[in-house]
């Protein structure tokens, strides 16, 4: 069983689209994350909810929505795709909203705009 | 979080012992040291943290110095597939809320 999923792994769409990642975790962990790796390998977070409440919103322009219908879930919903937005996107887990012990990441979605 | 200083890249012989290096000079006290390892196009894979005492697990050991300014992971028999970067990050928890900061890392490259 994969503890955490994502879906879909790779995205391809058009410049202005809008998009979702989703994102399951079977871990039964309390927190989630969103991460993203750019073109140069730099791994920033973006996103953290903790039993559904949004704890974590860095400098992640507003076309980008995380939603949390359920511990187990985050999904990624992105508005208005720019080439900018180009990178692999990777979904982790953490068993306490601390953030102490080891994160569980998925394996990444490389989303790319055209 | 403090920050932490890496070396870029290291080679290791397959079946050796790689020892990854870390500098923390700035490391506060309730910090812990974590490392982790992304292969390539995988998502990052946790290894092993510490906070003051040495740590082993089955993947790796991690030896933190008396004063925690530095730390050095330790893959006892590295194989090919320990290829990857490697990431060590301090990290304190608390209101940080799991924001891990990852820096450049050390791309280890084992080879036969």
């Known amino acids: 069983d994969t503890a955490v999923s994502q879906t879909p792994k790779y995205l391809v769409t058009q410049m202005g689209n809008d998009k979702s990642i989703k994102c399951e975790q079977n871990l039964g962990h309390d927190t989630m994350y969103w991460y993203k790796q750019d073109s140069k390998k730099f791994l920033k977070i973006m996103f953290s909810y903790n039993n559904k409440e949004l704890i974590i919103n860095e400098t992640v322009p507003n076309r980008f929505s995380p939603k949390s219908p359920d511990k187990a879930h985050l999904n990624l919903h992105i508005n208005s795709l720019e080439l900018g937005d180009s990178a692999v996107y990777f979904c982790?887990?953490?068993?306490?909203?601390?953030?102490?012990?080891?994160?569980?990441f998925g394996s990444g979605t490389r989303l790319t705009v055209v | 979080d403090a920050k932490t200083t890496q070396p870029p890249s290291m080679d290791c012989a397959e079946g050796r012992a790689a020892n990854l290096p870390c500098n923390h000079s700035?490391?506060?006290?309730?910090?812990?040291v974590y490392w982790y390892r992304q292969i390539h196009s995988q998502g990052p894979q946790y290894i092993i943290h510490?906070?003051?005492n040495n740590e082993t697990n089955e993947m790796a050991s991690l030896i933190i110095t008396e004063d925690r300014k530095s730390s050095t992971l330790i893959l006892p028999h590295a194989t090919l597939r320990d290829t990857a970067v490697y990431y060590c990050i301090v990290y304190a928890g608390g209101t940080s809320y799991g924001k891990l900061t990852f820096g450049q890392g050390t791309i280890l490259t084992v080879h036969p």
């Open positions: 510490g906070l003051k």
């Open positions: 982790a887990s953490n068993q306490n909203g601390q953030g102490m012990g080891g994160y569980t």
């Open positions: 700035t490391i506060s006290g309730n910090e812990y």
